[in-house]
């Protein structure tokens, strides 16, 4: 699970940036001399931190190390570390976690730890796909339920932390900072095809689905997902298609 591709992750780096550039922005004026960049993957979020803060001490954490190599050729001046970001521990005035959590078990809890390690006035930053519910996401799981995919996919839809409520995250949080800012964003992304629309997800969201698969199952899979999504998402009059994706995002700051 932890071999991620950079090419086919990276294939949509702009839309991709986006959220993690909108999450930026709403973090508030302060000193941060230590900036964690949590799943950093290939570094794209790491070049818009490093570039705000140019004299910061900051870090780039990521499990895999196809992704870890990426982000190194790409920021040579970073440190980069190999590690679990979950278990991540350590004093920062800026914690950035772009599209992680929802990979992480306990997650608001996780959450709550790493807001009350900061220092005073730190900063936890967080964006997460909330997607479960649509057709991308719903068909990756109703397709892995059927034969001949089922003994095999069977704990596939684990992989991935259930989102909560905007009202969880407050609840979680809002004992131990002195500024909250949370709210979830839709954002249509314009792609070329039906099949553009398989490529973003087969980068990151299909991973836990493919991964278990054999060769000619990963081929089975991917023409029935492809067809199914072809119905779920029609072309516009343009030619292209329109994918709703759902973010989450967090700001906190300790008290």
Same mark, same amino acid.
């Given at each position: 699970?932890?071999?991620? +591709?950079?090419?086919?992750?990276?294939?949509?780096?702009?839309?991709?940036?986006?959220?993690?550039?909108?999450?930026?922005?709403?973090?508030? *004026?302060?000193?941060?001399?230590?900036?964690?960049?949590?799943?950093?993957?290939?570094?794209?979020?790491?070049?818009?931190?490093?570039?705000?803060?140019?004299?910061?001490?900051?870090?780039?954490?990521?499990?895999?190390? *196809?992704?870890?190599?990426?982000?190194?050729?790409?920021?040579?001046?970073?440190?980069?570390?190999?590690?679990?970001?979950? +278990?991540?521990?350590?004093?920062?005035?800026?914690?950035?976690? +772009?599209?992680?959590?929802?990979?992480?078990?306990?997650?608001?809890?996780?959450?709550?730890?790493?807001?009350?390690?900061?220092?005073?006035?730190?900063?936890?930053?967080? *964006?997460?796909?909330?997607?479960?519910?649509?057709?991308?996401?719903?068909?990756?799981?109703?397709?892995?339920?059927?034969?001949?995919?089922?003994?095999?996919?069977?704990?596939?839809?684990?992989?991935?932390?259930?989102?909560?409520?905007?009202?969880?995250?407050?609840?979680?949080?809002?004992?131990?900072?002195?500024?909250?800012?949370?709210?979830?964003?839709?954002?249509?992304?314009?792609?070329?095809?039906?099949?553009?629309?398989?490529?973003?997800?087969?980068?990151?969201?299909?991973?836990?689905?493919?991964?278990?698969?054999?060769?000619?199952? !990963?081929?089975?899979?991917?023409?029935?997902?492809?067809?199914?999504?072809?119905?779920?998402?029609? !072309?516009?009059?343009?030619?292209?298609?329109?994918?709703?994706?759902?973010?989450?995002?967090?700001?906190?700051?300790?008290?």
């Amino acid at each position: 699970m932890n071999n991620w +591709n950079p090419l086919a992750y990276g294939r949509f780096d702009a839309e991709r940036n986006r959220p993690s550039i909108d999450l930026l922005a709403r973090i508030p *004026q302060g000193p941060r001399r230590r900036i964690v960049d949590l799943g950093c993957g290939a570094g794209l979020s790491t070049q818009a931190l490093a570039d705000r803060y140019p004299d910061s001490d900051l870090v780039g954490v990521d499990t895999s190390t *196809q992704m870890l190599a990426a982000a190194r050729a790409r920021l040579p001046g970073v440190r980069f570390l190999e590690g679990d970001a979950a +278990n991540w521990k350590g004093r920062a005035d800026l914690v950035f976690a +772009n599209a992680l959590f929802h990979w992480v078990p306990d997650h608001i809890g996780v959450m709550t730890r790493m807001l009350c390690d900061l220092e005073p006035g730190g900063c936890l930053a967080a *964006q997460m796909p909330d997607n479960e519910a649509e057709p991308t996401h719903v068909l990756m799981r109703k397709i892995g339920a059927a034969l001949p995919f089922r003994a095999k996919l069977a704990g596939a839809s684990a992989a991935r932390e259930k989102i909560g409520a905007l009202g969880d995250y407050d609840a979680a949080l809002s004992p131990f900072c002195d500024l909250m800012d949370i709210w979830r964003t839709v954002y249509l992304h314009r792609l070329e095809s039906p099949a553009a629309i398989v490529a973003w997800v087969e980068g990151a969201g299909l991973r836990p689905y493919l991964g278990p698969l054999d060769a000619d199952e !990963r081929e089975e899979y991917l023409s029935r997902y492809l067809e199914a999504i072809t119905a779920a998402y029609p !072309r516009q009059a343009w030619g292209g298609v329109l994918m709703p994706f759902p973010r989450l995002f967090v700001v906190v700051r300790r008290a």
